[in-house]
């Protein structure tokens, strides 16, 4: 059973580009958890999302930021006209039931923004 | 607003010896605590819960005890081993908010031979 698969590991984006991040979480998982982790800090949380629905987008900015999770595929955090201080690591997490305790990450993607 | 706080960014013990991690929150309305730890480059890896009805978490060399008079909790790792070098990060997990976690700064453990 895979683990929750982030692709790309590393981004680099010029400012003004759009940043794609992608989440495959593990098998039978259907809540997916974006989290961003600025340097010298911890876990902030982004969006919570189940197949096609946002169930919780309070730590997203409002601007420039989009999340989804389709039926078919990948969960998708969008990032529109990065800017430097969007550089940072995101974590994705999936888990198989609301509010489960354990929840697992994925590796994580490095986005520099240049 | 921090609600979850991890007041030493570092900690560096002997192999052997015990290694405490602490982690303060100010909200009462968590019902679970956990524990991650990271290496680098990687993502957190789940260590340990507590539920918040429960006051200590045992498994293996780690324990976890909750006061919740003092809404303080500590990561208990007996014996310390090299390997456990990494960052460790508490987490606090609100009420009916289907699995979101609240996480502290970080305490980056060194565990020396």
């Known amino acids: 059973n895979a683990g929750v698969m982030q692709n790309p590991r590393h981004l680099v984006r010029r400012r003004g580009q759009e940043a794609r991040l992608r989440c495959s979480p593990m098998k039978g998982h259907s809540h997916v958890y974006w989290y961003r982790q600025l340097p010298e800090e911890g876990l902030k949380f982004m969006v919570y999302l189940q197949k096609e629905n946002i169930i919780d987008e309070s730590g997203m900015p409002k601007e420039r930021f989009s999340a989804e999770f389709p039926k078919e595929g990948p969960s998708i955090l969008r990032i529109q006209q990065v800017v430097r201080g969007d550089s940072a690591a995101y974590f994705c997490?999936?888990?198989?039931?609301?509010?489960?305790?354990?929840?697992?990450f994925g590796q994580g993607t490095r986005l520099t923004v240049v | 607003d921090q609600q979850v706080k991890q007041n030493s960014p570092s900690l560096s013990v002997q192999e052997g010896r015990i290694s405490i991690l602490n982690c303060d929150y100010t909200n009462s309305m968590f019902d679970y605590f956990l524990w991650y730890k990271k290496y680098p480059a990687e993502g957190p890896t789940f260590l340990i819960s507590?539920?918040?009805?429960?006051d200590k978490n045992e498994d293996g060399r780690f324990t976890v005890f909750l006061n919740k008079s003092a809404k303080h909790l500590s990561l208990h790792i007996v014996p310390s081993q090299p390997g456990d070098s990494a960052v460790y990060f508490c987490?606090?997990?609100?009420?009916?908010?289907?699995?979101?976690?609240?996480f502290g700064q970080g305490t980056e453990l060194s565990v020396k031979p």
């Open positions: 987490a606090a997990s609100p009420y009916n908010q289907g699995g979101k976690l609240i």
């Open positions: 507590i539920s918040s009805i429960k």
């Open positions: 997490a999936s888990s198989p039931r609301p509010g489960a305790t354990e929840a697992f």
